[in-house]
């Protein structure tokens, strides 16, 4: 396969070295051979000047993000990883491909390799069996390597685009931006790996937020066209609220590849209230989604294909908007002589901020027709397949997978109140050691099944604070979120409240509110056909503090 090929399909007819300043460069495909991905990814210690001071970042081939590997649905693609990051402080590392299934060898976790050496090198190999917006960083320290810069995006594209292009439904102009956030002070990047109990449980949030790297950027884009917003947050902990005052972010795909039918989303959603002690029906419910229609809410590692059509003039400028949402930070105060923890004052409604700028330029109009609705998939002949459940489906039940925290004080030899945290899932705070590889001991909490296994499952939050769940090497099709009484402030008729996922959407990371449940139906197939899908997968909290201290757990596929 060629690379240029795709270059050419994803820069606009006109100015594209202004354009393209912002957009991450192209891995070089090293084999010319057709359905074939060869790149070498090299991580290092790099200065980069992106907030005012020189600061030493750690990279993926000197850049943030890394290069962008583009490559086509089903292509075989082999990633050579040089450890080039300073030695002796213990950077062993490796790369983790977030969404792509099946090939556990190559998932890069503590639980499929023994950390990569300063000095050494591994070769990642799978094939990128689904399309969508998948995205690369390392697993070993996860929270420290990317808050410092490790990760770059990984588009998979689905050979259906060419036809909805050429029929003006998407647009050719095709971007990926890569929203993160970091801390730099003095020439460095500030610690992720806090023990203080408070930052753990919020997690850290960096004070510059990046898009591609780069503090406020501006993006060119054709008056009287649309652009195509590939978005990937990569932050550690910071939830990404996108918009477009005034305008409208139509989803048209994400983590699992393109949609069947083009959606706007945000605003509240319509459930159903029922009697949590006998199941029946108490009416129907409205429930907000914590973000406006139009927008897209991005919890760390998940994704979103969206299209913003521009219907300005040349010479306008849109901002593109970070907004916070609530997401369960917490605080504590003394209150009459104790310690009292609550939601924090500011959850939800921190400052908006202006995060990089859309400028409208001349060029060849290139306008398309697509809206809520729009056929995508649907248009091409061609359908997300729900996932069959057939009679023998297994069912992880008991809350297959719960999400479990737990914040004290206590009082330490000295008389002094500290402040402690608990992380865990199913009850089991984990830690996998990653020098110890496959061969360290299986998660007390860790869930089996086998190749070709059909499971229903839920994963429950049993805490106050939202978190993004991912499972590795498998994606899923939720099918219902239900949000349960806050065992703190039930209601009075003990209901919850049930929401559908109807629309057969394969996800790997997705989003829990507090005191909620997310259902879903997941095949464990083997694309390669050999048992390459056998092994120890994790699943975790994309919090990555949490997941690092405990939400974390594993899901063990025998052939
Ligand atoms: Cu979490």
Redesign the pocket.
């Known amino acids: 396969m060629l690379v240029f090929v795709y270059a050419c399909q994803c820069r606009p007819a006109t100015t594209p070295e202004v354009r393209s300043f912002i957009e991450p460069a192209l891995l070089a495909d090293e084999d010319i051979t057709e359905g074939r991905f060869v790149g070498t990814l090299q991580a290092s210690a790099t200065t980069l000047d992106r907030t005012g001071t020189p600061t030493e970042f750690l990279t993926f081939n000197g850049g943030i993000p890394g290069p962008q590997i583009r490559v086509r649905q089903g292509d075989e693609v082999s990633i050579r990883f040089l450890n080039g990051l300073p030695d002796g402080h213990d950077w062993s590392s490796g790369v983790h491909w977030h969404g792509i299934e099946g090939y556990n060898a190559s998932d890069g976790t503590p639980l499929t390799e023994v950390g990569i050496l300063p000095g050494a090198e591994t070769t990642y190999t799978f094939r990128a069996t689904r399309p969508g917006v998948y995205w690369y960083h390392p697993h070993i320290r996860g929270a420290q390597a990317i808050f410092s810069g490790l990760y770059g995006p990984l588009i998979v594209v689905d050979p259906a685009e060419d036809e909805l292009i050429a029929r003006g439904v998407l647009p050719t102009d095709d971007r990926v931006l890569v929203l993160s956030d970091t801390w730099t002070s003095q020439g460095i990047v500030t610690s992720a790996e806090s023990t203080n109990a408070m930052e753990i449980m919020n997690?850290t949030e960096g004070r510059e937020l990046l898009v591609n790297g780069h503090l406020l950027p501006t993006l060119e884009v054709v008056a009287g066209s649309a652009v195509r917003l590939r978005l990937i947050n990569s932050s550690i902990t910071r939830f990404w609220r996108v918009s477009v005052p005034g305008h409208t972010l139509i989803r048209v795909g994400g983590e699992g590849g393109l949609l069947n039918h083009a959606r706007v989303e945000g605003g509240s959603v319509t459930g159903e209230r029922f009697d949590v002690e006998t199941g029946a029906s108490l009416g129907p419910a409205e429930v907000s989604l914590g973000y406006e229609r139009g927008e897209v809410l991005l919890a760390p590692g998940e994704r979103a294909d969206v299209v913003l059509i521009t219907d300005g003039v040349v010479g306008d400028e849109w901002p593109l908007r970070w907004e916070d949402s609530p997401r369960g930070r917490h605080e504590m105060w003394m209150e009459e002589g104790e310690m009292v923890m609550g939601d924090a004052a500011d959850d939800g409604t921190r400052p908006g901020v202006e995060v990089a700028r859309f400028r409208l330029v001349a060029g060849e109009e290139a306008p398309i027709t697509l809206a809520d609705g729009t056929p995508l998939l649907a248009a091409v002949g061609r359908s997300i397949d729900p996932v069959a459940t057939p009679a023998n489906a297994q069912w992880f039940d008991e809350a297959g997978t719960t999400?479990d925290?737990e914040m004290t004080h206590e009082e330490d030899e000295n008389g002094e109140q500290v402040m402690t945290t608990w992380?865990g899932m199913n009850g089991v705070s984990w830690h996998p050691d990653h020098m110890a590889g496959p061969e360290q001991p299986m998660a007390p909490s860790a869930k089996s099944a086998r190749i070709g296994d059909t499971i229903e499952w839920e994963v429950r939050n049993n805490s106050m604070?939202a978190?993004?769940y991912h499972l590795h090497g498998f994606s899923y099709q939720p099918y219902a979120l239900v949000f349960w009484p806050d065992p703190d402030h039930a209601t009075a008729d003990n209901s919850a409240v049930r929401v559908p996922w109807s629309h057969d959407e394969f996800e790997d990371t997705t989003l829990i509110p507090p005191f909620a449940s997310l259902y879903f139906r997941v095949h464990l197939s083997d694309p390669a056909g050999d048992g390459s899908a056998a092994g120890r997968w994790v699943q975790h909290?994309?919090?990555l503090q949490?997941?690092e201290n405990g939400?974390m757990s594993e899901l063990v596929v025998s052939p």
Do not use: V
């Open positions: 997690g999400l925290e992380f604070m978190h993004p909290c994309h919090i949490h997941g939400m």
